[in-house]
């Protein structure tokens, strides 16, 4: 029996002391109190975490911590240091100006990063609050500044100082944007002068964009539109383009108008120059081909790919025109049987070779140097030489007389053009300049004589 109340005595006992000791939650929390440490600005999540589990426990657990007014020290201890931390900040922004945006910046960020005990704990705060509201008012009073330099009698010139206003005002936070006096006003003139500068350059892009360029030929008004309209957008400044919405359009025009004129050159240098021989049209045909080749743009030259054959045929017309194998060297006049006139021309072979025949134009003048028909209802006679002419020879005068379809009284001056020749060998020269000559002389007012102009 006395066994028996022993053991119990001693259960009982046992049970008391486990009732009066700490839970393994309280014995975990003063352990994670332990773990703080000495406090510094890192400690913050390490005394988070103690805050945590302590708030967890029952509280009679709390009530058995050994380290609660340890945590309690620890906290005070991290809150006034964060709060020293942004009181230096503060005193770091001295003097406000222009320049003190980052330390304003930089101790608001930090302010508003403390809890509402912390921040509380912070002794500059209205300092903080008195240089936020100055630098505030200050880059307000900037952008307010700008705006008022602003001159809208100024024109294009004007942009510069809008971007600078328009800069300014997009730096500021909501809070300075409202203390701009003028900032309604501001977006007002910038509206005013994007349709003064910008609506126009718009309205010639879509003008341009217009035309299609994509045919076989350049749409009248189509060059004089695209390049007003990349003029307008060119003067621009760089920035102000960019506001230009339809500038893409723009660039499609231009694009196309260069792609068709390239590719229009290109094909009249195959229809017209490239494997073909000279004749009498081929020296209008390189001009018309030169012409179209100075009008491009340097890049739009080098996609030209076969304008070697317009080099070529130019360098073959050139030969041409600089050894014709007859020289007409003078006239005299003579009368027909029935009193015509009668020209006589004094021409040369020039050649090294024999000719079979040549031909020329004849156009004759009056005295005034006015345009006579010599052919009934033409102002131009075709005439040819067909006897064979010997290197060095000169024409046989019975073959050399040619009859004039015209009043003798009207004849003062005479323009005599070689047209073509053929040689005894078969080969044949030609006048690649007979149309533009034809076009020069033909029904046309001799305002004074040139190398093609006869002399008695």
Not at 304 to 319: D, P, R
């Amino acid at each position: 029996m006395r066994k028996i109340m022993a053991a119990l005595l001693a259960l009982s006992l046992s049970l008391c002391l486990c009732a009066c000791g700490k839970s393994p939650a309280a014995e975990a929390v003063d352990a994670l109190i332990d773990n703080i440490g000495q406090v510094a600005r890192d400690s913050g999540g390490d005394i988070q975490a103690a805050e945590a589990a302590l708030e967890a426990l029952t509280e009679k657990e709390k009530k058995r911590l050994d380290g609660a007014e340890t945590l309690t020290a620890a906290r005070a201890a991290y809150d006034a240091l964060l709060a020293g931390d942004v009181d230096a900040l503060i005193l770091k922004i001295g003097p406000v100006d222009e320049s003190s945006g980052p330390a304003v910046a930089a101790a608001q960020e930090a302010f508003e990063a403390l809890t509402g005990g912390q921040r509380a704990l912070v002794v500059n705060s209205r300092t903080l609050t008195d240089s936020a509201a100055a630098y505030d008012s200050l880059m307000a009073g900037k952008a307010e500044e700008l705006i008022d330099r602003i001159d809208p009698a100024a024109g294009l010139a004007a942009w510069e100082k809008i971007e600078a206003a328009e800069a300014a005002l997009e730096a500021l936070t909501v809070r300075q944007r409202e203390l701009v006096p003028n900032a309604e006003a501001f977006t007002a003139a910038e509206r005013a002068f994007l349709e003064a500068h910008v609506a126009p350059v718009e309205k010639l892009i879509e003008a341009a964009a217009a035309f299609d360029l994509t045919g076989d030929a350049v749409p009248d008004g189509a060059p004089e539109a695209v390049t007003a309209a990349g003029e307008a957008y060119d003067a621009l400044p760089d920035t102000l383009r960019l506001r230009v919405g339809n500038r893409e359009k723009l660039e499609t025009a231009r694009a196309g108008l260069s792609d068709l004129r390239v590719r229009l050159l290109t094909a009249y240098i195959d229809d017209n120059i490239a494997g073909h021989p000279l004749d009498g049209e081929s020296g209008e045909k390189l001009m018309t081909a030169q012409a179209m080749y100075d009008a491009l743009s340097e890049a739009e030259q080098g996609r030209i790919g076969n304008y070697s054959a317009v080099e070529a045929a130019s360098a073959q017309a050139a030969e041409a025109l600089a050894s014709p194998p007859v020289r007409i060297l003078g006239y005299s006049m003579g009368r027909t049987l029935v009193g015509g006139p009668l020209l006589i021309l004094n021409a040369r072979n020039v050649s090294d070779k024999p000719l079979e025949e040549f031909t020329f134009r004849l156009y004759a003048y009056n005295s005034e140097g006015a345009p006579v028909m010599v052919d009934f209802d033409d102002y131009c006679l075709e005439l040819g030489y067909y006897e064979p002419l010997k290197p060095g020879a000169g024409l046989i005068r019975k073959e050399a007389e040619f009859m004039i379809f015209a009043e003798r009284q009207e004849l003062s001056s005479y323009v005599v053009v070689l047209e073509s020749a053929l040689f005894e060998d078969g080969a044949g020269w030609v006048n690649p300049n007979m149309s533009l000559l034809h076009a020069k002389y033909n029904e046309k007012p001799l305002t004074e004589p040139d190398e093609n102009t006869l002399h008695r």
